[in-house]
């Protein structure tokens, strides 16, 4: 057909079928394009499997696939460039708590013996509920031999009559549950009394297949190793003749040999006894001390020791052996099949970090959630002193385990004896706001001292002048006992410094600690990350946030003088002005209403405080 670009007809005229690439326009003009208006099915085939066509559609089809390819590639990439909101980890009620530790025959007495018990606890349920703590971590309270020790024990299953008995437990544990209170128990896995019926049938097995010949680590061939409070190790039995007991402790108490099959079950039913009668966990004790050398090699001597007591020696054969976490992890599994409950342990303040950090588990078996380190750093510790504190725990901590804080226990200075007020409200503010689980001791929250009268006659007596009497008021016994005799003395400042007039006073201690339990509470707190700001010789600051919640700037000044700082430049949140939340007293103001400018911001001495800003999403 020849090419035209305009051809006139008549109106009587009609396309036939070859002149289908011109059509008529309506002025009866015909022109080079297809025909689609009124062509027939076979007509458009036709026309469409023209190989321009065909091209055309695959051009078209290629631009979308590509389109679709290009849009699914700019979602993936965003996903992954883009800031990503983080989802809450999740926390059970041992991280969100704080512990409350207490020294059961000082805390309350409720019979007027002059000995505090467990309804003695009881009875200040509401107390401790009003403090802010969620958990109560209790003294050995079990039956004992009469000895001046808390550790002389001649029944795991039975709580002591001194205290209050098996009954007295039961009430404090359903009263506690019913106020959202859990109960931990202390749980001594390394050796009984020798008066108990377990040393007696030790003792008396003649045979080796006796079932109880074995429940003791027994020796006719001593070592040379030392009990920690001195002389050797060994005791030779009025029994078993020629035969010695291990005893790494005192003389009277010998040590378990957790070696043992029957041993490792009689542990075991000790804690499915009391798991059994609701207790909430159990704080193992003594737990480097569980395990000694297989073959009883002698200890090797320190490389410049010129003695022969328990320091002069490498305890390595004694003390911190590997087979204590495969005891952990059994009492792990025991505690699980027990659905949320939890296990503490008091690793050796002499190990390295790195060493106590095992205690949360080792070769890839779980250990104890919640292992409790003590407090070591000296009187005029300062900003860069706390930060090596909380960095050797922080930066060793096995990936998904939870630090703790120790503040104080019933075998650590208080802390009043060697420090201020003001460095304590500090160290709480540290301790209360950091992640972690802070376990506080009885009587801190008002200040208490050690007993400046009391000078123990040995580290296994009860008389400790840290387990003072509980100063509740101003009244000749302090609130504890109606007693003329309590079991210690009062603290000389008890009718000044005591719960009933911190309680009235907004400004106190006390008054602090609960303001600070509170604040512990927000989401932030609870589940945010935490970040270290600006950590110096004088000055720890860290930032708590968390994707949607208020960011929090905690600073701390350790030092005797002022300082001031530039916040916005240590961490990439924190917003120049914030708003005052919480601060420890102090020579600088603060006021709620009035907001607090980060990037100048100035501290007293021995100064704290809690700053916020609402959260900002983050840009590419």
Partial sequence: MTE???????????????????????????????????????????????????????????????????????????????????????????????????????????????????????????????????????????????????????????????????????????????KGLKIILDFIPTHTSDQSDW??????????????????????????????????????????????????????????????????????????????????GFYIRNSAYMFEDYDLRDEPKLQYADGDDYGDYDHKYT???????????????????????????????TSSVKDMVKYYG??????????????????????????????????????????????????????????????????AMLTMLLPGTPVLYYGDEINMMDLATLTPSSNTSRLQPMRGLMQWDDTPNGGFTNSSMPWLPLGADHQTNNVKNQSAKGDSLLSFFKNLTTLRKEDTFRIGEYYPAAVDDNVFSFVREFDGKKGYLVAINFASVPQKRDYTKFHSTIQSTASFDLTTGGSESFDSDIDVDTSDLTLGPMQGVVVSWDFVAKEL
């Fill in 4 to 178: 035209i670009s305009t051809v006139k007809f008549s109106n009587e005229e009609s396309l036939s079928p070859d002149d289908i690439d011109v059509k008529l326009s309506d002025n009866n003009t015909a022109t080079s394009v297809a025909p689609f208006r009124g062509m027939g099915k076979e007509e458009l085939l036709q026309h469409s499997s023209k190989p321009f066509w065909r091209r055309l559609r695959m051009i078209c089809i290629s631009i979308i696939l590509l389109g679709w390819l290009a849009l699914i590639i700019t979602v993936v990439a965003l996903v992954l460039i883009y800031p990503k909101c983080k989802s809450p980890d999740s926390r059970t009620w041992w991280q969100n708590e704080v512990v409350y530790r207490i020294y059961v025959r000082s805390f309350k007495d409720s019979d007027g013996n002059g000995v505090g018990d467990l309804d003695g606890v009881t009875s200040k349920l509401d107390y401790i509920k009003d403090l802010g703590v969620g958990v109560i971590s209790l003294s050995p309270s079990y039956e004992d031999d009469g000895s001046d020790g808390d550790f002389h024990l001649m029944n795991h299953m039975k709580i002591d009559d001194a205290v209050g008995g098996d009954q007295a437990l039961n009430r404090l544990i359903t009263q506690a549950h019913e």
């Fill in 319 to 349: 003390k911190n052996l590997p087979e204590i976490y495969d005891m952990f992890a059994r009492w792990r599994t025991t505690m699980d099949e027990h659905m949320n409950r939890v296990l503490m342990a008091d690793p050796d303040p």
């Fill in 362 to 427: 080792h070769f890839q078996r779980d250990g104890v959630q919640l292992p409790i380190r003590k407090r070591s750093f000296p009187s005029n510790c300062g900003g860069k002193c706390i930060g090596k504190y909380v960095s050797d725990w922080m930066n060793n901590l096995p990936s998904g385990r939870w630090p703790t804080w120790l503040f104080g226990d019933e075998t650590t200075e208080r802390f009043a004896s060697n420090h201020n007020e003001s460095f304590i409200r500090s160290f």
């Fill in 199 to 280: 040393f007696r049938w030790s003792q008396e097995a003649k045979y080796r297949n006796d079932s109880y010949r074995n429940v003791y680590v027994w020796t006719d061939t001593p070592t040379n190793w030392k009990s920690m409070y001195g002389g050797s190790a060994w005791n030779e039995s009025s029994v078993r003749t020629g035969e010695h007991y291990l005893h790494q402790f005192l003389h009277n108490q010998p040590d378990l040999n957790v070696r043992s099959p029957q041993v490792k079950e009689k542990l075991n039913e000790i804690l499915v006894y009391w798991l059994n009668k609701s207790v909430d």
